[in-house]
């Protein structure tokens, strides 16, 4: 984490079954044996070793698609790129699974910490400690292992002698080491992050919360009452002890994504980008475009608004969107950089049972006017930054007016949540300066961005990877796993006491009197009759909309295939049962040549 001044440790031993470089097989790198485990720097090194690596997923590109596209929430954007995985049609080994061989890597690293490290020279609360570490980030992989892909290798020793040979284990079996190491986890971490390992690393709240997740995807998996009620309780534990965990709801939902509050009380665990030196990060101003551990994730939801915003952009005969004349934006570093790799799932159905309907606006941003989320999770707004003149005979004018807009106060481009007519360059009959692109015209190329995640702090430099963390867990979460625990166990009256919290902090807004917060609060509020699965999956859309989960939680609810085909156009001709998990990744199945061959997935 980025507390932890050390540098990282590289080349860790896994096996060939573990899904490592081919390099490794014929040239093994690792200066790492079992007695460097027994030393306090090495045992510290190995976990933050780990820590690291997790920056090599989450926020990158490969990853944020593999665990958002496909889903009901989000469709391709113009340049997408291969459309296989936003549409399940050729999904396979090949094209899938950029964390598989990673995260069995950072597995062996932690065995090694957990098998040599008992005897490592340290006070005990201090060994205890770093274990606890240990448990619960080997526990955090093989979650997201066995939501992936369900049967994975098991491994709980440290490997030093690469292998040919490898199998798959039982979920059942895997989730029971997940509940071994998160339980014993929970047990020995401290109540609020410590040294060394400060900003957000691993807590009591945090390994609880995992649990509660674990037990929850678990009971989905097997139907199991009992699941539901641990995770329930759990979830309960962590609410009612919020105070000694120094963790809360902001009273305003914007807030829990503003840059100053990436570490504040909103905020559980985290995946560290700081621009360090020892990470081996990127060169300040080359303007990079990915790779290892750089954070991207605000950029990929975005269009391109320095090129798709022509200021006299027309609807066409058809009533599509067409770009004309001179962009009334440039790129800057508030609206970040346009990747246009995925957008906001807002294409209307033409016929059946959801005809002029799309799940964006009309099924999971709903209540818009009242509900604070959609406003402040996406981009409607952008306030020129450029002077452009335009005049009154310029092509494509129809307003009948030249003006020169002025950079800070003029509106380049309003993308309304509703129909305005006139739209794009007319407010019914009142010419408009910039342009009107209502959700009739949103298409590939221009749609709302989502913001959560910008990063103006780079100046100059807005080309640059954000240093932004990516924020993997927010307290907000443990009240809907709890309301989803609840439901699953029968209680709906608890389910929605706790999604009500959730809503009711929505309400509010800063620019809203007493009165009117209280007024909104009240007509968020809902009953325990109104709590089903969709509403949940829906509350989660407008909660963590891009937050990396939707993809596994349309998986753990058991309902990917279905939710895919009442709301995506373009994945529901392809989505079947089969995957609902993720195709093995073909190196693995190829690395396995002594015994039995190593299974792929059903279906693939």
């Known amino acids: 984490m980025k507390s932890i001044k050390i540098f990282i440790i590289a080349g860790t031993v896994a096996l060939l079954s573990s899904g490592c470089e081919k390099v490794l097989e014929e040239h093994p790198q690792s200066q790492i044996v079992p007695s460097y485990f027994n030393s306090p720097s090495g045992v510290l090194g190995g976990i933050a070793g780990v820590y690291n690596d997790i920056r090599s997923q989450w926020g990158t590109e490969g990853f944020t698609v593999e665990m958002q596209a496909g889903t009901d929430e989000f469709i391709q954007g113009l340049s997408a790129g291969t459309p296989i995985p936003y549409t399940y049609n050729g999904l396979n080994g090949s094209n899938f699974g950029s964390a598989w061989g ?6 062996n690293t932690l065995n090694g910490v957990l098998q040599y490290g ?21 526990a955090f992989w093989y979650f997201y292992l066995v939501q992936t892909w369900g049967d994975v290798p098991l491994h709980t020793e440290f490997i030093t002698v690469p292998s040919q040979a490898a199998s798959r284990q039982p979920a059942a079996q895997v989730y029971e080491l997940i509940i071994k ?27 609880q919360f995992l649990l509660a997740k674990a037990y929850l995807t678990h009971g989905w998996l097997n139907n199991t009452a009992a699941d539901f009620t641990r995770a329930a309780a759990l979830c309960d534990e962590i609410i009612a002890n919020k105070s000694a965990y120094a963790l809360d709801l902001w009273q305003d939902y914007g807030d829990a994504f503003v840059p100053a509050n990436d570490y504040g009380k909103e905020t559980m665990f985290v995946s560290d980008h700081v621009l360090d030196p020892k990470y081996g990060y990127y060169s300040v101003g080359a303007a990079a475009g990915g790779g290892a551990a750089q954070n991207l994730s605000p ?21 599509a969107f067409v770009n004309s004349g001179t962009s009334g934006m440039i790129r800057d570093s508030y609206y970040g950089r346009p990747y246009i790799r995925m957008r906001p799932n807002s294409d209307k159905w033409a016929t059946g049972p959801r005809a002029g309907k799309n799940y964006f606006l009309d099924q999971a941003f709903t209540n818009r006017d009242v509900d604070s989320r959609f406003a402040n999770s996406f981009y ?9 003149t335009n005049a009154a005979n310029a092509a494509n004018n129809s307003r009948g007016i030249g003006y020169t807009t002025v950079v800070g106060q003029d509106t380049a481009v309003w993308l309304p949540d509703y129909e305005v007519p006139g739209a794009p360059q007319f407010i019914g009959n009142r010419p408009f300066k910039g342009i009107v692109v209502p959700p009739s015209l949103w298409n590939n190329g221009i749609f709302p961005a989502l913001k959560k995640f910008m990063d103006p702090s780079r100046g100059a430099n807005f080309n640059d990877p954000s240093t932004r963390p990516c924020v993997l867990y927010r307290f907000s979460d443990v009240y809907m796993t709890g309301a989803e625990a609840y439901f699953k166990a029968g209680d709906a009256a608890k389910a929605a006491a706790l999604i009500n919290v959730v809503r009711q902090r929505a309400a509010f807004r800063k620019s ?41 939680d ?39 040549v002594d015994g039995p061959a190593f299974v792929q997935n059903s279906g693939y």
């Not at 008992?118 to 080997?138: G, H, I, M, S, V």
């Not at 975005?302 to 058809?318: C, K, L, T, V």
């Not at 058991?558 to 190196?587: C, G, H, T």
């Open 102 to 107: 990673i995260a069995f890597q950072d597995i």
């Open 118 to 138: 008992q005897t490592t020279d340290l006070p005990e609360a201090t060994r205890k400690q770093y274990l606890a570490q240990a448990k619960f980030l080997r």
């Open 181 to 207: 190491d998160l339980t014993e986890a929970a047990a020995d971490l401290p109540n609020q992050p410590t040294a060394p390992f400060l900003g957000k690393a691993a807590t009591k709240p945090v390994a």
């Open 299 to 319: 950029w990929f939801t975005n269009w391109n608004y320095p090129n798709n915003s022509g200021i006299n952009s027309f609807r066409n005969a058809s009533g």
């Open 380 to 388: 409607t707004v952008y306030i020129s930054n450029t002077s452009i």
């Open 512 to 552: 809203n009197t007493t009165a009117q917060n209280a007024a909104a609060a009240a007509a968020m509020t809902i009953a325990a009759k109104d709590v089903t699965l969709d509403f949940i999956l829906d509350e989660r859309s407008r909660e963590f909309f891009g937050e990396w989960q939707r993809w596994h």
């Open 554 to 592: 349309l998986v753990r609810t058991r309902s990917l295939v279905r939710r895919v085909q009442e709301w995506n156009q373009e994945a529901a001709p392809y989505v079947k049962d089969f995957n609902m998990l993720r195709p093995i990744p073909q190196a693995q199945i190829d690395r396995v």
